[in-house]
């Protein structure tokens, strides 16, 4: 197995879906197989004491589509991937819908969450051990599917290295591979490359492109809390606009952007003129 960052070759074509015309009327461009539902949320509120966070948001995830979320700090982001996780409930509204099994999501987090005292591979395990996958696999089958994930993000050297061994980029990659190594077929994602600097951050955004792409893994869709603009438009095919607590969706941006994505695309018209929208309606929140 080829480390991510060498994976361009095996890249799933999303081109059919997501090579939306440059004037950004991608609606009806995109391909069938974006259009059937990962996640339906319907109208949704919550509440923390009498605080009201989200308002009404209805929000329908396609399945094979990256979403990006931005909004406002503090509108409710994370709460609405914590909606979708099941670990909160709507107080009103009609709730969550998954089209798929919910042990088919994966979670990665800002911090990598990394056990100190477990090397690269056992925190890597760790989730097979204690989860679902127990029952289903050997203990065998279960570190392998860690050495593979492992290879995956290109980190097959460093297995026996513990997490203070590791840069900051390396024990994101780790966290990364311990979601996919249960096999998620849809990954959240809150602000998992917010921690990293600006070279880092570029380079993870492509590899996780490369590895939502690859055909070897289950992972069909991708929601992505984010603070970043820019990062958001280089990934994303459409980006959720948040408005500000109590938040709803307040608008949603097509990115008419092809894939497979690459850094350099940043610098394209398409690029810098969804940026500068997105830019604008920031400001009018
Ligand atoms: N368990 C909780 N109990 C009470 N209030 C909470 C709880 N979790 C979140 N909140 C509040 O809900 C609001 C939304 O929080 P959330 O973390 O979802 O925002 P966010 O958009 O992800 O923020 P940021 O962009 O700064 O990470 C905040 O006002 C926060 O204080």
Redo the contacts with the bound molecule.
């Keep these: 197995m080829a480390a991510i960052s060498s994976l361009a070759g095996s890249v799933r074509e999303r081109a059919a879906g997501a090579a939306f015309d440059a004037g950004g009327s991608a609606g009806a461009s995109s391909g069938a197989h974006l259009q059937t539902s990962a996640i339906s949320i319907q109208n949704c509120s919550l509440t923390?004491?009498s605080?009201r966070?989200l308002n009404g948001v209805s929000l329908d995830v396609r399945s094979g589509e990256f979403m990006s979320i931005l909004?406002p700090?503090?509108?409710?982001?994370?709460?609405?991937l914590r909606l979708i996780l099941g670990l909160l409930r709507p107080d009103q509204g009609g709730g969550i819908t998954l089209h798929v099994p919910r042990e088919e999501i994966g979670i990665v987090f800002q911090k990598p969450v990394l056990m100190p005292w477990q090397t690269a591979i056992q925190n890597i395990e760790l989730p097979l051990n204690i989860g679902p996958q127990r029952a289903k696999q050997s203990k065998a089958e279960r570190r392998e599917r860690a050495e593979w994930t492992l290879e995956l993000v290109g980190l097959a050297d460093f297995r026996n290295h513990y997490p203070q061994q590791l840069s900051g980029g390396m024990q994101q990659r780790i966290a990364i591979a311990r979601a996919l190594a249960a096999n998620p077929s849809i990954l959240l994602m809150d602000?998992p490359f917010g921690a990293l600097d600006e070279f880092t951050r570029e380079k993870l955004n492509i590899e996780l492109l490369r590895l939502w792409a690859n055909p070897d893994t289950k992972l069909n869709t991708v929601v992505m809390?984010t603070?970043s603009i820019q990062e958001s438009v280089l990934m994303s095919d459409r980006i959720v606009m948040m408005s500000p607590?109590p938040a709803n969706v307040s608008d949603i941006v097509q990115v008419p952007l092809a894939h497979p994505r690459e850094a350099e695309m940043q610098e394209l018209p398409a690029f810098l003129s969804t940026v500068r929208e997105i830019r604008k309606q920031v400001k009018a929140l």
């Design positions: 923390f004491g605080v966070v909004g700090s503090g509108c409710g982001k994370s709460t609405l602000e809390v603070h607590r």
